[in-house]
């Protein structure tokens, strides 16, 4: 029996009202699981990696310590042609990850593994390259479904690039992040942070992530060594 979505994804009134990332992860969220799939990851088409790396990450709710894992998953769903020809895909693609039995030992506790990866590719209109990344443990899913599954996935990224994208690329960090990047240097984890602030750890670690991003930081600590040489924190 198909677990396939009978109708397409409707956000609403909830992607018009859509201004922050807990907005658009919420979204991402309903609509993923409006599909039958338990993980999400929208990102940057990577030419460094292929198809994309942990840092250009946007938004997900993979836990970050486990994003490494989702994403060598992903490559192996889609294989290996596919996941280094990603920066040239227009159209959506999908795969099933190995079987348990064809994993290394250090790798048997993988949540992914078994499951349906389906990989959508999306764009600016400059012409950046982004992409929205299902996974779960369904059926693969018919033309239909996916035809479904892109117009929904570009609503919500074009609202998300008008909101949020477009003010990220111009290098400078938002209020949040700052607040959030002060607290990082002060040795506080994302669960704290998120408790201090009254925000979700999966916001707290979308705005890490933007702010390594604007930095060029390849990690949190050396996010906070460039913040206080900049003077961005105190």
Not at 4 to 24: Q, V, Y
Not at 136 to 143: I, L, S
Request: proline share 4%.
């Amino acid at each position: 029996m198909s677990n396939a979505a009978a109708t397409p994804f409707h956000a609403g009134p909830e992607l018009s009202r859509a201004i922050n990332r807990t907005d658009f992860f919420r979204l991402l969220k309903a609509a993923a699981q409006h599909y039958h799939f338990d993980n999400f990851a929208l990102a940057r088409i990577s030419e460094a990696s292929a198809p994309f790396g942990e840092r250009d990450v946007v938004i997900t709710n993979v836990p970050e310590r486990r994003v490494g894992l989702f994403i060598a998953t992903l490559r192996e769903a889609l294989g290996n042609v596919r996941a280094k020809s990603a920066q040239f895909l227009a159209t959506p693609v999908h795969g099933r990850s190995a079987e348990p039995a064809a994993y290394p030992s250090d790798r048997l506790f993988n949540e992914f593994r078994n499951g349906v990866f389906l990989f959508i590719p999306l764009f600016t209109p400059e012409g950046r390259r982004y992409c929205l990344v299902l996974s779960g443990v369904r059926e693969e899913p018919d033309q239909g479904e996916i035809a479904d599954m892109l117009l929904d996935a570009m609503r919500i990224f074009d609202k998300l690039y008008e909101e949020i994208l477009t003010h990220e690329m111009s290098g400078r960090l938002t209020q949040r992040e700052a607040e959030i990047v002060k607290w990082t240097s002060e040795g506080k984890t994302s669960a704290e942070i998120a408790i201090i602030l009254g925000l979700s750890e999966h916001t707290v670690n979308s705005h890490i992530t933007a702010a390594a991003r604007k930095l060029d930081a390849v990690n949190r600590v050396h996010m906070v060594a460039i913040a206080l040489r900049n003077g961005l924190v105190s």
